[in-house]
Every structure is written in structure tokens, then in C-alpha cells.
């Protein structure tokens, strides 16, 4: 009987050790690192009122962090990896009359609230900045998968939402109608840890 | 692009510098102040054509390249005040390097590096307004010779991907064809307005040049224009007074030739698609 009692309470003792263990793992854990070549950046503008017009950036880095269970993001996203299929488009879309990309070379966001509002659905407060200017901005970021396989734990969200692009000085065809003001944008993130 | 574009951001500065120097015909009358007139147009056509563009630069500017106006600004308020003192109106060297300093010390790229860099804006903006201004005696080659070196720029800038530039540039060398014109019709007397095109060709070369790291335009095709107009001043002086115009011009427009064909032939050829 004493052996049996000495048995439970130290498989007791062994079990709340293992479980303050997990808990310091998961505070120590670190974010999840964004994976550039399954992230993706779309972006769509309205060509002179006809057809719509899609672009998209190839180099999307940065880390997602799980804090008490509600993400933070730290996005970024290299100016020169716009890509259109058309080389000379690119071009005129790094140069000042857009993104001027050799003195912004960066697009980020920062995330600095999120709260859940459904079913792996989060309202995330944040800061973007553009073209030099920071703006607020809220986005419902939706959590698409998390899984842990023989890579890691992997985790992806998405979101849609639309931008004004004279707020970030990019004026340029506004006003001729030739491309939207309005910019519909996707960013569809994977991040992975190990 | 569309031609109501064309004729808002070109055809208003063109308008203002027209009205500007019809006005002075009026109103500067006297040989001493005759230069304002020209000087007052180039200078509030450059900020009007900028302003249409990108809007008035805040201070400092928020983008590198808006440096540019505020430099033609500052010039162009300074170009003012020479043709009022006597003793300056001969002090061209002079009048060029003041500009070459403040050029050099105002205009922001990216990519500058310290002092050689702006040595080199001080050195550039020094021959080329001493270059436009020894191709000023007939009066109307230098606003020629202004009209293609940013004509040429403006090409380049388009080239380049850079509309903006492209147009500012195109505004004024439409400026520059509406002095020409004008000067033809009743010549005045032309000082120094020789720096404030200096800067503007300089600026813009510079500008288009830190803007284009993919080198959709060779490097050297920015800057073969304005090296253009000191060897078309040199030619000048080394031809027979009956030539002078002519072989200084077809020098200046050879180098200008020179560059937008060059930038051309090594394009890689894809369909427009200016938004």
C-alpha cells in the first residue's frame, strides 16, 4: 500500500514537472518564420475602368508569433520582387511614379492588437507602411491550417483587403482614371518553426 | 498617357512662361531688366510643371528627387537679383558656380555618396550653364540647344520608367521651345537664365540616372547630353563665324542623337504598357 501511495505521488510529481516544462516550452517558443516561397502577395487595380489588372510580390519574409493564442504578425515585402509578367510594367512600378523602390525598398506591417472574431477568424490591428508613409490599418486575418509534420509546425493565415493608394502618395493615374486608386490586396502567409 | 495629359502637364507651363515673357515685353522695357522676363518664365513654368506632376514638395521632401524644384527655386530667386547689379551681369563663371554650389548641396539621390558626388553635380552645373551661355550669341541658340538636351532627357526619363520625370522634363524643353520661338520674334537681351537651365539639365539627368538601377538607359547616355553642349560650346569657337550656329548645334544634337538611339538599340523590346 505505502508503495503504491509512493508510486502515485511521485508519477503526481513526475507529471506536474513535465507539465511546468511544456508551459516554459511555450513561452520560450519562438514565432513562426514566414516562408517566402509558399507566401504570396497578390495585388489587383482596375486598368482605365476596363479590365482588371493583377500583380503580385515573390519576396514576402517576416514571423508570426502565437501570444496567448492570438497572432502577431511582422510582415515584409521587397518592393523589387513586383512581378507582372511584363518586365517594362515592373520597371514603372519600382520607379517614383509608383512604389519608388530604391528609396523604399520595403512595404511592412506591424501588428500590434488581434482579437478573435470567429471561428479561427482574428481581427488584426496593425501599422503598414508604404511608399515611405505609415498608415493604420485593421485586417481579419483567417488562420487557413496549422500543422506539425515532418517539417516543423507549420501554420498559414490569409487576408483580403483594399487600400487607397493616394493615402501613401502614389498618386500617379489616379486622377486620368488610367489604374484604380483603390487596390485590392491578398496576402496569403505559410510560416513554419522547428 | 493621353493627349489631354500631354496638354495639361506641357501646354500650361508653356501657357505661364508665354504670358510671363509677353507680359515683360510690356512692362521690362528697359534693356537692364529685359533678362527678368525670360528668368521670371523659366523659373514659375520649372515649378508649375513639378507642382502638376507631384504637387508642392513639403520641406524637407518627403521623395529625394523633389530636391529638384527646390533647387531650381533657390536659383531661380537668385538668377533674379544679377541682371539688377551691373557688376554681375558679366561674372558668368561666377553666376555658375553659385549655382553649382547650391545644386550640389541642395539636390538629394539615391546612392550619393559624399563629396565626390557632389563635386561632380558643382562641376557639371559649372560647364554646362558656361556651355549654354557661350552658345548664346545668337541669342535664341541657347534656348534651342535647352529645348533638345531636355527634350532628349525627357525621352531618356521615358525610357527609363520614370513619367513623371519624362513629362517635367518634356514641360520644359516645350518651355524652352516657346522662349526660342519668342526670341526669334523680338529679340531681348538673355542673362542668366543660362544657370537656371543648368540646373534644370543637370537635375534631370541626375535625377533620371539614380532612378534607373536597372539601367533600362546606359549610364553614360544620361550624361552624354549635357557633356554635349561644353563640346558644342567648344566647336563654336573652333569654327569659322559662319558656321559657329550650325556646327555647334548639329554637335549638341549628334550627342543627343547619340544617346536616345543607343538607349533604344540595347532596349529590350516588350509592348507598352503605360498605365
Redesign the interface.
Known sequence: MFTLKLFALAALVGLSMLSAAQEVESLDQKPFTVDPVHSTSIFR?H?FGAGMFYGRFNDVTGTIDIVEGLPEFAISVAIDSVDTN????D??L????FF????FPEMTFKSSSAKKIGDEKYEVVGEITLH??TKPLTVVMAKTGQVTNRRGEMIGFETTFTLNRSDF?MT??VE?G??SDNIKVIVALEAGRK | M?P??VLQFVGLPVLIATGIVLLSWHFFSSKRIQPLGVIIAVGVSSIVAFALQEGLPSVPP????HWLVLTVLIVFLLACLYPLFRAWDRLIVLQAIIAGIITAGCMQF??QSGFFDRVSILLLVLFVSVGLRRLTLPPWHMYLAAWSVLAGLSILALQ??????AFFAGAMSAVSAAMFVLQLLKPRETKSVQVLFGVLIVGCAMCGA??D??R?VPLLAWFLPMVGISIAAIAYFLCKPKFQAVVSIATLEFCILFSVIWTFVQA?P??E???
Open positions: 487595380a486598368h511584363n518586365e517594362k510594367l520597371g514603372h519600382k520607379s517614383p511614379d519608388n523602390s530604391v528609396e515611405g508613409v502618395g500617379y493615374g486620368s488610367a489604374l | 493621353n489631354v495629359e518627403t521623395e529625394k528627387w539615391p546612392g527609363a520608367s520614370f513619367a513623371k520625370l539614380a532612378y538601377p536597372s533600362a529590350t516588350q509592348d504598357m503605360w498605365p
